[in-house]
């Protein structure tokens, strides 16, 4: 078994309130799902997110369970998405266990046996660029010889598939 931690949010379509005092929702959620999880509640967005630390056999078959068993509650939630899909420099350095100036001499080409880790998809300033967790985890293993662990690889490619089916 291989355990993950993982985030899900989904969008609060109901008629019920994030109310402090009416927790009967929360409590339908954490009996739902088997898993250990943390309730993040967003007032403002009227969001829920899931925060999980789960094993299982794959990514994808605990991110799916999960979704499953959220539906089966007969909350009215729609799906926005899992997380982590896209990761920072702060991100892949705690994840990776590198330096944030490796990870941007990486960056760079200024250091790593190959050019640069591949381009991110969202760039700004200020650090600010984002990549997709799995091709930055598939990189530092492959391309600079980094002990990543598959679950990670897996975790990173089953995020990304959960949010192109799921989220439109």
Known sequence: MKEFEYYITYQNLGCYSLDEHDNAWSDLLLEAT?????????KIYNTITLWLMTEGESAKEVINRTISQVSETGLNLSLKGAAPEFVSINQLSEL???SKQNI???MTGKRGKRKGIPPSP????????MWLLSEAAQWLR???????????ID????IRETNSAHIH
């Open 34 to 42: 088997e898993f250990e999880a943390t309730i993040l509640e967003n």
């Open 96 to 98: 990776f266990d590198v």
């Open 104 to 106: 941007q001499a990486y």
């Open 122 to 129: 969202y760039s700004g300033v200020n650090d600010s660029s």
């Open 142 to 152: 492959n391309k600079e010889n980094h002990e990543i662990a598959d679950s990670l």
């Open 155 to 158: 975790l990173g490619h089953a």
